[in-house]
């Protein structure tokens, strides 16, 4: 049983240019470690550095000791060889751990299958209970394209629990959960850590950091610029951007609601969906007026992202009707995606994508220009593929993309879930301007009913989610 991990003077390259500066953190038995820090700060590369999936194009130096095992030196067969068995991980895109042409209870069953070496019985019943405890127990035949991304992340989240490994990595593990599971997901990760676990939890949720008893870091331009005891670095905040994140709640927001002009852009009337026969909403209707933020809430798996499909043309109904506004194009009805990896070709430059874009819709690359200063984004990020930049960036690039083809509508699918608290509130800032400026209607998919409540003019509550 391992005792330890000893991150030593940690760098971490992207070509000549160092990302991760000098980082030195320790996880050990019963003292977990957190990571709390900006999008693209390096949170992610330092997780990966442990686990071993850096991409080729970046370089490392220092140690990550594994007892007296030196991780980095290890060649990648070696490396591959403790995972699942020795180490495990809950990814932040849930979508890339599973396997869309298996079921999902057949792909925990491999687990206990093939690592365990139990037999088919044994498999399916620690299988069912695994799925029991993320509630998942309906969705056994479920692929995981059928699943919402709330669901995907309780899925994987029971594959990582059937590993029994005895490394856990966690990358942001309650991305796009509501507050039930969220708690439910912390709970689970408090008992890894009473089995003598070495934890270590990524995170853009200060409520986990409170929660999980351990150490925290926190990280920002790729340095660490406070470590120590949880409870002390949040009660005593000493660097200005730790100061800023625990005055990131929605509550705390001085901002007004946009006005609207009651000029309807879609009517929703009396919409009902299934799926597989199982009724996910029924009889729904709804007006959203040109200028309108409208928020839908509600659990994990409540057909939030179908309705937004649904009003898209992405999704049939099964019933009712969804009128639009005939002089917008379709071109101009846009979507921001909840997982932005899955919205970009992976082996296509940033730069490339939208330059396609820019040229087939005679878009001038100024405007570009305007909207990554806007976004406080380096214009350097887009010489770079998908899997190079964070999940926050890769968002924000997301919305930047839908933004160029100057839309009246957008459907933010939880467009900022993955994003820290501070650029989550720069983020949906800069969407209320751009509604009060373009006079763009925003459908907003979270689960974050503060958030809703404090900026959107219509909340629609799913399931009597409240």
Request: aromatic share 6%; hydrophobic share 40%.
């Amino acid at each position: 049983m391992y005792k330890q991990i000893k991150i030593k003077n940690l760098d971490i390259y992207a070509k000549n240019e160092k990302i991760v500066k000098n980082i030195n953190l320790e996880i050990s038995v019963n003292k977990p470690l957190v990571l709390l820090g900006e999008s693209g700060s390096g949170k992610s590369l330092i997780m990966d550095a442990v686990i071993g999936t850096l991409a080729n194009s970046l370089k490392t130096k220092g140690e990550i000791l594994l007892d007296d095992i030196d991780l980095l030196k290890l060649d990648y067969k070696k490396r591959e060889k403790l995972w699942g068995k020795q180490i495990a991980l809950l990814p932040q895109e849930p979508w890339r751990a599973l396997d869309p042409t298996m079921k999902i209870l057949e792909q925990v069953k491999e687990v206990h299958k093939y690592i365990h070496k139990k037999d088919n019985k044994t498999s399916y019943i620690e299988s069912i209970k695994d799925l029991k405890e993320v509630e998942l127990e309906k969705n056994t035949d479920s692929y995981s394209f059928e699943l919402s991304g709330g669901m995907c992340q309780r899925a994987t989240l029971a594959i990582t629990h059937a590993a029994n490994a005895q490394v856990i990595l966690v990358d942001e593990p309650t991305k796009g959960l509501d507050k039930e599971l969220c708690d439910s997901v912390v709970e689970k990760l408090q008992e890894e850590v009473s089995k003598r676990r070495l934890v270590f939890i990524i995170t853009h949720d200060i409520d986990i950091a409170k929660k999980i008893d351990g150490t925290l870091g926190i990280v920002v331009d790729g340095n660490l610029v406070e470590y120590g005891n949880s409870k002390e670095v949040l009660d005593n905040p000493k660097h200005e951007y730790t100061k800023e994140l625990l005055s990131s709640e929605p509550l705390s927001w001085d901002i007004q609601k946009v006005k609207i002009n009651n000029t309807r852009l879609i009517k929703v009337e009396n919409v009902s969906k299934s799926f597989n026969k199982n009724l996910i909403f029924k009889n729904l209707s709804f007006d959203l007026n040109k200028g309108e933020i409208v928020s839908i809430v509600g659990k994990s798996g409540s057909g939030k992202s179908t309705l937004g499909n649904i009003m898209l043309d992405l999704i049939k109904l099964d019933k009712g009707k969804i009128k639009k506004d005939t002089h917008a194009n379709k071109i101009q009805y846009q979507k921001i995606y909840q997982d932005p990896p899955s919205a970009f070709l992976p082996n296509q430059l940033l730069f490339d994508g939208l330059k396609d874009l820019m040229l087939l819709h005679n878009i001038s690359e100024s405007k570009l220009d305007n909207m990554l200063i806007e976004f406080k984004l380096d214009k350097l990020l887009l010489s770079r593929l998908p899997d190079e930049v964070s999940g926050g960036e890769l968002q924000r690039i997301a919305i930047i993309r839908a933004l160029l083809l100057n839309p009246v509508f957008l459907f933010a699918d939880e467009a900022t879930s993955r994003l820290d608290p501070i650029s989550q509130k720069e983020v949906i800032l800069l969407l209320i301007n751009l509604v009060k400026k373009n006079n763009l209607s925003l459908l907003i998919i979270t689960h974050d009913i503060n958030l809703a409540k404090k900026i959107s003019n219509q909340v629609i509550y799913l399931n009597d989610y409240k």
